[in-house]
């Protein structure tokens, strides 16, 4: 069965640009122009991945809405933010918001494309995870990609598809520094600097919602980041 995509976009020309683009590679796309009509197609069927406008008609901030509702129906849909605002507020605000990717218009199809089977490729391993990695515990972190859940503690660790696979690939081997390029290519991302910078951050914050002391994901200035299991 074709996966299905929402297209949530009040540009015709572009919803309807990529919904043929996304259509010749198998899938099945649904384009909408405002965000009650695509709330109301999510109430009768989830999608499989949302593509979703931040400004959408009168709304200028209707993409992040519609963003942060989905998020809380589904927390392991990816959702990728697409938008021609680019500055640093934006980008970050649709990440703090529960957007697994944020990119801008400009993006050309082919890279867009690559970000979009990035994405599934990660819910993949979150349905099929390989036998030796279903659960990882690293000190007070533990992590269970058959059930797609991770605690901190005997705490829940809220995490997108984005921020589980990110913090599954530190952690797998406490110590080792890895830079961004080794971290978007274990946590099947295809993302810029600037955005591996802002998914770290974010961890981080919902780290030191449990536990204020933790200092678990470290910064080695120059290098990368690296995970800490006494941390």
Request: glycine fraction near 6%.
């Amino acid at each position: 069965m074709a996966r299905r995509i929402f297209i949530v976009e009040d540009d015709p020309a572009i919803g309807e640009n990529l919904r043929d683009a996304l259509g010749r590679h198998g899938y099945e796309v649904a384009l909408f122009t405002d965000r009650p009509a695509a709330q109301r197609a999510a109430v009768s069927r989830l999608p499989d991945m949302a593509i979703i406008d931040v400004g959408l008609g009168d709304e200028p901030d209707g993409g992040f809405e519609f963003c942060r509702w989905l998020r809380e129906q589904a927390p392991a849909l990816p959702i990728l933010m697409l938008s021609a605002r680019d500055s640093d507020i934006d980008i970050v605000s649709g990440l703090r918001l529960g957007a697994d990717d944020y990119v801008t218009k400009n993006v050309s199809l082919p890279h867009l494309l690559a970000r979009v089977n990035a994405l599934f490729r990660r819910a993949e391993l979150t349905v099929e995870p390989s036998a030796d990695e279903q659960v990882l515990e690293r000190g007070s972190l533990r992590m269970d990609t058959r059930r797609f859940t991770a605690h901190w503690g005997d705490a829940p660790l809220p995490l997108t598809v984005t921020e589980f696979w990110m913090l599954h690939a530190l952690a797998r081997h406490p110590g080792h520094v890895k830079d961004r390029d080794a971290l978007m290519r274990e946590a099947n991302l295809v993302v810029d600097d600037h955005t591996v910078t802002s998914y770290v951050k974010r961890i981080r914050r919902k780290l030191q919602t449990i536990d204020p002391a933790s200092d678990a994901i470290e910064t080695v200035y120059g290098v990368g980041y690296r995970f800490r299991a006494d941390g």
